[in-house]
């Protein structure tokens, strides 16, 4: 039976797209002291430590978690990296939960850093997640392919360019009261629309910067969190996916799950639903923040994830639905549209989620807040990793 | 070692590890020499051999082992190795020919290296409560224990050679496995070259170990970044009394061992235990 888990300390670099007057471990060592001070912990205290790093081709160093060792105080501890492409963070939080649910470790550290502006040109690394045999030949990138189930999805429900406008002006405007964002300020539909052209439907401010920076979290069971932590937030759900790297056999009437619907992460997130008892996500979660590196990922997912009905999630958010006052806050730190450490991404998602429910999100606080997901989407939107965090342990948690 | 603790914490009962390696689509040492970070080792360019050299001559000055020694010891380890049949059988050489190679980077030489190999490896994991609920699978073996442990970045002489995560790693094992004292029957460990084969053996000096890397280790295939995987598939083959040729009689516990990073920088350890019958 699993132990119960919960997120008792948070800490985060600032991020931008270049950290020069910092190394790589030391950006990472930041994150660590901040999570630990925030857990009223030293390194000490920590039994093991789990590391998020995606592909090490961006900064330059490989298996750059080796490095950061000395770093993070996980000299003499077990230490794990996981990997799974934009999803890392995500699964990494997954595995660290798994260290404690387990019963063999108490405290645990999860930490990572990215900073992929190290590399010239972020799209080039990408596009190696594909089959050297088929589809790497394809002038593939995130942006490429994304924008091709954009174009199938505004197809399908008739989204309009300036719909997926909306939803970046609310991200920057969001991110105003984000302390550690990337991109922030007001703009407007205009701005949006105006800017340089990538990929259709994508504009430049369609599409996420390429961040420097680290987060950390600390995780602890039940016990050492009510001892250690006034209001922990607890991991009530737990869920992943994993789907075929090839997007072709997702646009087929045969595929289990539509390339443009991002559906698998329904399966995700209803598992998350079921560990916790939530019947009814719109009403029952305060705050979502998701994996959205570009603005048409949020219509889809939101649908997938249930919190309103397919081809609805525009219009609602023309409405304000997803606004920090509406239906659920979407992304109230300005989410990853604003930032993007690629491999840490999922990592600071569970982090602004976790703040929220410890209602320490500052300028970000959403009110009444129990419940709040936070998800992650890495390889060619392959995989998925949702996570629900609360104010108390719920469903089969509560029970444990 | 996720695999288990995934499996530990009720949530999973299935689960599904794998690894794979395509050592032969690279040059294995570019892929180490990127390792280095970019201050001090990089621009003295450091890589894997270099960084198993340092490790070797540490092994040389802590454990009395000179080169003959370790020429003998692969040979032995590949005669071993030819009786796997899940290795490569790949042709022995002999102690002359071992000692004639050339250095990669003193005091190792090139065929002090067990050579790297493509393959892949998977498991499957079960929880006693599926099992249970499906008596007509048996398990292989029981995972009695994880844990892993890692050192320092540093290469320097305190680090290297020392095996400190080894043993500590080695012990935590044990303890969670309630055999803080217990023989074990069969290790199998994470050793590319000599050098590291002679390190492990003397670390395990003090414990009553009946049988070292049976199924020949590196030098029966060597597809290097599922190495840990690959010894607990042996290792799991053994409680399991399904090794082939390289079975150790009576196998009641065995340990996996795996390692990454510069000069066995971290430690990985699997125990496994026989399954009543």
Not at chain 1, 145 to 163: I, P
Not at chain 2, 122 to 142: E, Y
Not at chain 2, 148 to 161: C, M, P, Q, W
């Amino acid at each position: 039976m699993s132990q119960n888990v919960a997120v008792i300390g948070v800490g985060q670099t600032g991020f931008r797209a270049r950290w020069d007057s910092m190394t790589y471990v030391e950006l990472a060592q930041q994150a660590a002291l901040r999570a630990l001070a925030d857990a009223r912990l030293t390194p000490d205290d920590i039994d093991a430590v789990v590391f998020s790093m995606a592909p090490t081709h961006f900064m330059g160093v490989a298996d750059c978690d080796k490095w950061a060792v000395d770093f993070i105080g996980a000299r003499g501890k077990p230490f794990m990296r996981v990997h799974t492409g934009g999803a890392t963070g995500g699964s990494a939080f997954h595995a660290a939960w798994a260290h404690v649910a387990s019963g063999q470790y108490r405290r645990v550290l999860v930490i990572g850093a990215d900073r992929i502006t190290e590399t010239p040109d972020a799209q080039f690394v990408l596009n190696l997640i594909w089959d050297p045999l088929y589809e790497q030949d394809f002038a593939l990138n995130t942006v490429t392919m994304t924008a091709l189930s954009t174009q199938r999805y505004m197809a399908r429900y008739g989204v309009t360019e300036e719909q997926y406008a909306r939803v970046v002006v609310r991200a920057r405007r969001n991110a105003m009261h984000n302390p550690n964002a990337h991109l922030k300020g007001e703009i407007t539909v205009d701005d949006v629309m105006n800017s340089p052209r990538i990929a259709w439907p994508y504009k430049l401010f369609d599409i996420c910067p390429r961040s420097a920076g680290a987060a950390a979290i600390v995780l602890a069971d039940e016990a050492t969190a009510r001892e250690v932590c006034d209001r922990p937030a607890f991991v009530t759900g737990v869920g992943a996916i994993s789907n075929t790297v090839f997007q072709g056999d997702r646009c087929v009437p045969t595929a289990d799950c539509d390339f443009a619907e991002h559906a698998e992460i329904a399966i995700a997130a209803n598992e998350c639903y079921r560990q916790a008892g939530i019947t009814n996500p719109a009403k029952e979660i305060r705050v979502v923040e998701m994996y959205d590196p570009f603005s048409s990922f949020q219509f889809p997912e939101l649908e997938s994830m249930g919190f309103c009905p397919r081809g609805s999630a525009a219009r609602l958010s023309d409405e304000g639905a997803f606004d920090p006052d509406g239906m659920v806050a979407v992304g109230p730190s300005g989410g990853t549209l604003c930032t993007n450490p690629i491999g840490v991404t999922g990592l600071v998602r569970v982090a602004d989620a976790a703040l929220q429910v410890m209602g320490r999100a500052g300028a970000m606080q959403v009110s009444g807040v129990r419940n709040a997901l936070a998800t992650a989407a890495g390889g060619s939107a392959q995989f998925f990793a949702c996570t629900l965090l609360s104010d108390e342990p719920r469903g089969q948690a509560a029970l444990a | 070692m996720l695999g288990a603790l995934r499996v530990a914490t009720g949530r999973y009962h299935l689960g599904l590890v794998v690894s794979w390696n395509h050592t032969s689509q690279i040059d294995v040492q570019d892929v180490m020499r990127m390792r280095a970070e970019p201050f001090a080792l990089r621009p003295v360019g450091m890589n894997g051999a270099i960084a198993d050299a340092l490790f070797a001559g540490e092994v040389q000055r802590r454990c009395g082992v000179d080169e003959d020694a370790v020429a003998a010891r692969i040979v032995q380890r590949q005669q071993v190795a030819q009786r796997n049949p899940r290795g490569l059988r790949r042709a022995p050489q002999s102690a002359e020919a071992i000692r004639a190679s050339g250095y990669d980077a003193y005091p190792l030489r090139r065929a002090h290296q067990a050579p790297a190999s493509d393959g892949c490896v998977a498991f499957v994991l079960a929880s006693g409560a599926w099992l249970r609920a499906h008596p007509q699978h048996r398990a292989l073996a029981r995972i009695a224990a994880v844990t892993s442990h890692i050192d320092s970045y540093r290469l320097d002489a305190g680090r290297v050679g020392a095996m400190a995560g080894f043993d500590a790693g080695l012990e935590d094992l044990l303890r969670r496995a309630g055999r803080d004292h217990a023989a074990i029957d069969v290790f199998e460990a994470e050793a590319p070259t000599g050098w590291h084969e002679a390190a492990i053996e003397h670390h395990l000096a003090g414990r009553d170990v009946r049988a070292l890397s049976p199924s020949g280790g590196a030098w029966a295939q060597h597809p290097l970044f599922c190495m840990g995987l690959v010894n607990a598939a042996e290792a799991a083959l053994q409680v399991a009394g399904r090794a082939g040729d390289v079975q150790v009689e009576d196998v009641h516990f065995a340990v996996a061992h795996g390692s990454h990073g510069y000069a066995q920088q971290g430690h990985t350890f699997v125990a496994f235990e026989r399954v009543a019958a």
